[in-house]
């Protein structure tokens, strides 16, 4: 009886999700800035995005939510179940649930990163920084380290900065740092393209703009947080970010550059941003608040 139950309920859960998808594939195309239909919405809260798979979509937070949502709804059925002691409807009510619980984690689950699931839904990155091969010579050699951390495609990325080897003499100038288009760095920094600009909108609006950093003592050490994702489509994996020589104008300068890439001048040092275990971003948090605490 109960194998029986249990089949057929894997077996209407299949296929009311089939039913569901089907529906709602022919009401949404998949374009992130489409006003979602109501029951995309309630689909994507229900089964995360495994209509449109990718890392951006389905988390394993997302899949715990709509678990952990399931919850209050078992425990009743369960009550139920145990006062009137009643089998049958109320058993395969709760197989079904279980089933179609069970189809969603198998849907996300497909789609996510494997580090997603190893770090508990947060995705880590780092990028190691090394001077430009193509810096002048009078121009300083500065070295250090970008990391991030994200925990979910819908929260802000936070973002370490901490490099050194800025001029310790003279009054400190501050430095623009941005994520450029291109990981590639054959001809040193200036191979990087422009600011990394998925929306086609103007500086400062570009989300790997991070502003401008004045160092003290010839480092900067610093916590921000951006609209750069690590998950999705416009994760900025495989992208690269640039140290540059002056400040930044935010776009405020006047001229076509501005708009462009804030007239921020050559591009001292840069790196291409990979994905990273938590250890180095804890160490590097470590290392921040320690220095913090002494400044
Ligand atoms: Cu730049
Ligand atoms: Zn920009």
Redesign the pocket.
Known sequence: MFLLVSTVGLNISRFTHQMIKRRVQSLAPPSPNSNAHPLTRLYTTLFGNALHPHPADCSARLVKTVTFNLQPFLRLLQMTMHRYATVGILEAALLVLLAGCQQCVLASSDTLAPEVLQNNGTLYAVCKVRPSTSLPEDLPKVYGHVLFKQDHPQEKVKVLLRFSGFPRDGSPEPR???I?QYGDLSRGCDSTGG?YNPYGVNHPNHPGDFGNFEPQQGKINTMLESDATLFGSLSVFGRAV?I?EKIDDLGRGGDAGSLL??N?GR?LACCIIGVSSPNLWNMNLKQYSRQLRRN
């Open positions: 623009a740092v941005h450029h600011h640039v540059h890439h804030g921020a591009r």
